[in-house]
C-alpha cells in the first residue's frame, strides 16, 4: 500500500481515461470555485516577435466539491492590429478567418465576460479573494482563475490591454498557474498539457489548441490534482496588495 500511494503522489500510477469522479477532493480547499482559462492568440510561422492578439476567450467554472463544470463562457475575438489570420493561424487553432470577423473587439469581449462573471456571482454565490486570507462562507464561495502556465494573463491579456489601453479587469491580476503546480506536486516537469494529462493516464479530450478544449482539459487536471491530494493555491499575483475582496464588480470597459 505505501508503494501504490508513494507512485500516486508522484504521479506514476495509471488511472482511467477519465479524472477520477468518485474521488474524495483534499480538505482544505481555499477555493470552492475556479474558472479556468485558456486564450488562443495570433500567431506566425515564422515567429517574428509581433503582440499576440486575443482571438478566442474561453472560461469554464469548475466546482471543486464535485469536479463538475457548471458554467461555460465563449466568444470569439477580432483582432485589431493584425486582422488577417495567419495561415499557420488557422492550421494551429482550428479558428477560421469569418469567426474572428463575426467575433467581437476585446474590449467588448471583456465586458461580456464581466457579465458571466456577476451572473456567476450571484447564482453561484461566488466571491474573490487570495488564498492569503480567504474571505468565504458556508452561503459565499471563494473563487479564483487558473491558466496553464503565466502566458494568458501575465503576458498575452496584459499586454494587449496595455497596447489598447483597455482597463483590464482587476480580479485577472491573481491566478493558479497549474502547470507550474503541477510540476511542485508530482515532482517532475510536465510536457505540455496533453502530455501531463497522459502522465496520469487521462486521455484529451477534444482537440489541442482549441481555447474552450483545453480550458476543459485543464479543468479536469486541476479536479485530478485535488482529488490526488493538492490543495491548490494562487501562484502569481499581479497585485501590489496581497489580498482583495470583490463584492461586486463593475461592468466598465
Known amino acids: ?32 470555485y475556479l474558472i479556468v482559462l485558456d486564450f488562443e492568440a495570433t500567431c506566425w510561422r515564422d515567429g517574428r516577435r509581433r503582440g499576440p492578439e486575443i ?28 486582422p488577417i489570420l495567419s495561415e499557420f493561424c488557422t492550421e494551429l487553432t482550428g479558428i477560421t478567418q ?25 447564482e453561484k454565490k ?21 491558466t496553464w502556465t503565466d502566458w494568458d494573463l501575465g503576458v498575452c491579456l496584459q499586454y ?4 489598447k489601453q483597455l482597463r483590464k479587469p482587476d480580479i485577472l491580476n491573481s491566478w493558479i498557474d497549474l502547470k507550474a ?9 510536465p510536457k505540455g498539457l496533453s502530455g501531463a494529462l497522459q502522465d496520469l493516464g487521462i ?8 481555447g474552450l478544449d483545453d480550458s476543459r482539459n485543464t479543468a479536469r487536471l486541476a479536479w485530478r490534482l485535488i482529488c490526488d491530494g493538492c490543495v491548490l493555491k494562487v501562484t502569481k499575483s499581479l497585485d501590489k496588495v496581497s489580498n482583495y475582496f ?5 461592468l466598465a470597459l
Not at 469536479?67 to 465563449?74: D, Y
Not at 470583490?246 to 463593475?250: A, E, K, N
Request: hydrophobic letters at 35%; proline letters at 5%; glycine letters at 6%.
Open 98 to 122: 469569418d469567426q474572428v470577423d463575426e467575433g467581437v473587439p476585446l474590449n467588448i469581449c471583456l465586458s461580456q465576460f464581466m457579465k458571466w462573471i456577476q451572473k456567476m456571482q450571484k
Open 181 to 189: 503546480t503541477y510540476r511542485a506536486f508530482y515532482n517532475r516537469k
Open 55 to 82: 482571438v478566442e476567450f474561453p472560461a469554464v467554472l469548475l466546482n471543486t466539491s464535485t469536479g463538475e463544470i457548471e458554467s461555460e463562457f465563449h466568444t470569439y475575438v477580432q483582432p485589431q492590429e493584425h
Open 1 to 32: 500500500m505505501a508503494t501504490k500511494r508513494l507512485a500516486r503522489r508522484l504521479g506514476l500510477a495509471r488511472s482511467s481515461g477519465r479524472a477520477r469522479s468518485g474521488g474524495r477532493p483534499a480538505a482544505g480547499q481555499r477555493f470552492g
Open 160 to 163: 494587449e490591454c496595455k497596447r
Open 126 to 146: 461566488i466571491i474573490f479573494t487570495t488564498d492569503v486570507q480567504s474571505n468565504a462562507t458556508p452561503e459565499a464561495k471563494a473563487c479564483t482563475f487558473v
Open 246 to 250: 470583490v463584492s461586486s464588480l463593475p
Open 203 to 210: 486521455a484529451f479530450a477534444g482537440r489541442e489548441h482549441s
